[in-house]
Structures are given as C-alpha cells and as structure tokens.
C-alpha cells in the first residue's frame, strides 16, 4: 500500500497516553484509487489499512527503551519518525475517524525517510 506522507500524520485532537513501554502510531490512510484510477471499495481500504506496515510515532510510554539489557545501543526510535512494523501488530483503534495502534517498544522493525512505495507482501 502506498500511502502520501501528509495522510500518515494526524489531525490535533485528544489522544491516549501511552504508557511504560508502549508507543502511539498513527497510521496511514490507504489511496482512494488503484494506480490504474479504479475507485477502491471501503472493504478493500479497511483491509490495506488494518494491515499496513507504516507508522508514524506519535507519543511514547516512559519506560519504552530503558531496559538497557534489551536495547544496549539505545531507542530503536523517537516521536515523530516513521517506523515500520508487522502487520496486524498492536491493539487497534479508532480515534475521530483515523486509526492508530499501540505497540510494543520491541514491535517497531525498522525506520523509514519516505514510506512511499512501501507494501505487505
């Protein structure tokens, strides 16, 4: 799923704080379209969004990365980057119409620059 930089960071609102080693992600809002312009039905939107390997960090819990025996070399990452992670990993939800997961500090896999291009296999 290929998802603009601007749909993944969302709007001001209240959000849940995030606590000992969890971490609020933000995650993308899938294209209305296919790349060949086909409108993509809601059903198929909901399954690219609930299965989208894209975050971005939002809030982090206080005790995310200070196991120094877990993370000798320090946060795997920080608030405001963008992060990838296993598919249908962390708790789901919704807040005013956008979807967010709480992870596990040990759940983020990678960051990415640009999450453009970015697909589940």
Not at 55 to 69: A, H, N, Q, W
Not at 76 to 95: D, H, M, N, S, Y
Not at 99 to 113: G, K, P, S
Request: glycine share 10%; proline share 8%; aromatic share 6%.
């Amino acid at each position: 799923m290929t998802a603009k930089v601007e749909k993944i960071r969302p709007e001001p609102t209240t959000l849940p704080d995030p606590k000992g080693f969890k971490i609020l992600v933000a995650m993308p809002e899938p294209e209305d379209e296919t790349k060949g312009g086909i409108i993509k039905p809601d059903s198929v939107k909901d399954i690219e969004r609930s299965s989208s390997v894209v975050g971005y960090v939002i809030k982090m819990g206080s005790l995310c990365y200070r196991d120094k025996e877990r993370f000798p070399l320090g946060p795997w990452c920080t608030e405001g980057e963008l992060i990838l992670l296993g598919a249908f990993k962390g708790t789901r939800l919704k807040i005013h119409g956008k979807e967010f997961r709480i992870i596990n500090d040990d759940q983020v896999l990678a960051t990415v620059e640009d999450p453009r291009g970015y697909e589940r296999m």
